[in-house]
């Protein structure tokens, strides 16, 4: 499996250390936004090849598929340009940050039968798998949700503290996790409500948010969204079920009495983004759809569509 990734920044990283995990996998071409940066990449993790400009890699005969980890505003036109050149595509989360863009793509997806996957990662992560197969086998049904997704964030910076080139969403990138994870666990989502708090003055988006969403199995989500919280940074799941608490964190997840739960033998790896990329890898292997695709997620874009007009 020859891969490109374009976006080699903090999570692009992430899935490179991930991919060398996967057997058979190659990558051949890393894309960047400055030549010395995508250079440097390309050196460290045996790309043959590298540059800024994603038709570079998409002209290449030996990439079959492209992981795309670029600014959300590229993504959609990206992954069709992607898929026009023939290859499979990942998507890194969101797919886009207005529903017509992702429509679009999923409307590519179906015409040319390519797989096209979103980094919904929260379905993939060992702690969120550990209740998705509780609620499979009848043993557990979720009746709240209760996430909390906090940074701080008061300048445009990214994961290592670098300044970003485009500027993030809580609504369409942080919130999506949430919206997502939230019908896979508990159905359909039929009810959303959003109120946000002041826009930023510099960078023109709420720097805080609450969301409300209800399925059409009768449970309930309460999601807490802020760039302003100085304090634990990241987002905590608390999962109220018919039969038990639990809390997950990332990969790790405890009850709701703080005692350790050992999610190590859900998968066959620890770390979410990795086995994100597994299945990507293994769905284009066996020419399937894969956990998380295109036209898995769009019900999630729908959502945040509806809330962003709510909103306005």
Not at 245 to 260: C, F, H, N, Q
Request: proline share 3%; with cysteine.
């Amino acid at each position: 499996m020859r891969i490109a990734l374009a976006g080699a920044g903090a999570f692009g990283i992430k899935h490179l250390d991930g991919l060398k995990n996967i057997p058979g996998v190659e990558i051949v071409s890393i894309v960047s936004r400055t030549a010395e940066q995508a250079a440097e990449v390309a050196a460290k993790y045996g790309a043959k090849h590298h540059s800024t400009e994603l038709d570079d890699a998409l002209a290449r005969d030996d990439v079959d598929a492209v992981i795309l980890c670029t600014p959300t505003q590229m993504h959609a036109a990206q992954a069709i340009a992607c898929m026009n050149a023939g290859k499979h595509v990942q998507v890194e989360i969101p797919l886009c940050d207005s529903l017509a863009d992702g429509e679009a793509v999923l409307a590519k997806q179906r015409e040319t039968g390519l797989v096209a996957m979103v980094g919904h990662t929260r379905r993939f992560n060992p702690s969120h798998q550990y209740i998705h197969n509780k609620i499979k086998a009848g043993e557990i049904a979720v009746q709240q949700m209760d996430v909390q997704t906090y940074f701080f964030r008061r300048k445009n910076l990214n994961a290592l503290g670098q300044p970003r080139s485009w500027t993030d969403h809580l609504l369409w990138h942080h919130a999506a996790h949430t919206v997502d994870l939230f019908a896979y666990q508990a159905g359909k989502i039929v009810q959303a409500n959003a109120i946000q708090g002041p826009l930023h003055p510099e960078l023109g988006i709420a720097m805080d948010m609450s969301i409300q969403l209800k399925s059409e199995t009768g449970a309930i989500c309460t999601l807490s969204l802020s760039f302003n919280n100085d304090g634990p940074l990241g987002t905590f799941f608390r999962y109220i079920c018919d039969n038990g608490t639990w809390i997950a964190r990332y990969d790790d997840l405890v009850t709701g009495k703080e005692e350790p739960v050992d999610v190590s033998k859900v998968d066959v790896s620890m770390n979410g983004i990795e086995l994100q990329d597994r299945e990507f890898v293994a769905a284009i292997r066996e020419g399937r759809e894969p956990n998380s695709s295109v036209a898995q997620v769009i019900d999630c874009y729908r959502v945040l569509d509806q809330l962003e007009k709510q909103l306005a």
